[in-house]
């Protein structure tokens, strides 16, 4: 039995297990007593759930002269919610990522978390094409077209809750 006063309206229920459904629902209270009948929530439960553990021991090796194979166990924590699928990059950034910064290691480069990250795009004519995303404090942009505005990407980094 927790008492809460409603400014605002909220409690948060701590010490939960990760992944296990739990119930809740609210009463009011007045000088005359406790409300009949609770308020519901919808949906009626919820579990705790983060992002997952990254993969541990990821490794590679060669399959043939044209693929490599990248081998890796399931993860340690799944959040609490089954993980239903990964994502594998390769060549990422490219080989003049790697000249962009000769005092980091390689490894580094890909998602420093301490450096700003720069990527030139270039072409030969008006024909550059595609979508990116921008990524602060663990989350991350809608996709934003590589022709969008300055005022576009503004709008984008405002809509994240660690930078708006």
Known sequence: KNEVGCDPCMYQVAGLTKGKEYFVRVYAYNSLG???DP???KPRSLAPKTAPDPPNSVGISPKSD???QVIFPPVADDGGAKVSKYKIEWNAMGYSAGMQSM??????LLYSTNNVQSITLSGESDDV???FRIAFGGHYTEEISVSSTAHDVKIA???LPTIG
Not at 103 to 108: F, R
């Open 34 to 36: 406790y409300s009949i």
């Open 157 to 159: 980094l405002e809509s």
């Open 66 to 68: 044209t693929a490599i």
């Open 129 to 131: 094409d595609g979508t």
């Open 39 to 41: 308020g519901l929530p």
């Open 103 to 108: 005092n980091q290691e390689a490894d580094t």
